[in-house]
C-alpha cells in the first residue's frame, strides 16, 4: 500500500518562503513520477509541479514559475517544493501526489495523494 505524507505548511507573509515535504513509503520511490496541486476555497484543484521519476525533467504551472522549484531525493524517498515569493494568492491547501512512472506531466494519472498541508500567505 503507497502511502503518502506532505508536510511543511504554514503561515508566511507576503514575499517569504516556505518549503514542503512529501515522504512515500510502501512501495519503491524511483518507480513514481511526483507531483505536487494546490486547492484554494471555492475553487477546483490545480497542478503546481511536478517531476518524472527520474528526476532529471520538471514541470511548472504558469503562475509558480521562477518562484517554486519541485526537487526529488529517492534515496530518503522525498520530494520538496521550495516556495518562494509567496503571494496571498498562492494561498491554499497543497497536496502531493504520485503517477507510477509518471513524467510529472500534469496529464499524468496520478494514483496516490498526500492528506494535504496548508498554506497561508498574509501578513
Known amino acids: 500500500q503507497v502511502r503518502l505524507e506532505d508536510t511543511g505548511g504554514g503561515l508566511v507573509q507576503p514575499g517569504g518562503s516556505l518549503r514542503l515535504s512529501c515522504a512515500l513509503s510502501?512501495?519503491?520511490?524511483?518507480?513514481?513520477?511526483m507531483g505536487w496541486f494546490r486547492q484554494a476555497p471555492g475553487k477546483e484543484r490545480e497542478f503546481v509541479a511536478g517531476?518524472?521519476?527520474?528526476?532529471?525533467?520538471?514541470s511548472y504551472a504558469d503562475s509558480v514559475k521562477g518562484r517554486f522549484t519541485i526537487s526529488r531525493d529517492n534515496a530518503n524517498n522525498r520530494v520538496y517544493l521550495q516556495m518562494n515569493s509567496l503571494k496571498p494568492e498562492d494561498t491554499a491547501i497543497y497536496y502531493c501526489?504520485?503517477?507510477?512512472?509518471?513524467?510529472?506531466?500534469?496529464?499524468?494519472?496520478?494514483?496516490?495523494w498526500g492528506q494535504g498541508t496548508q498554506v497561508t500567505v498574509s501578513s
Open positions: 501526489a504520485a503517477a507510477t512512472l509518471g513524467t510529472g506531466s500534469p496529464r499524468n494519472e496520478y494514483n496516490y
Open positions: 510502501g512501495r519503491s520511490f524511483s518507480m513514481f513520477g
Open positions: 517531476t518524472d521519476w527520474i528526476g532529471k525533467t520538471a
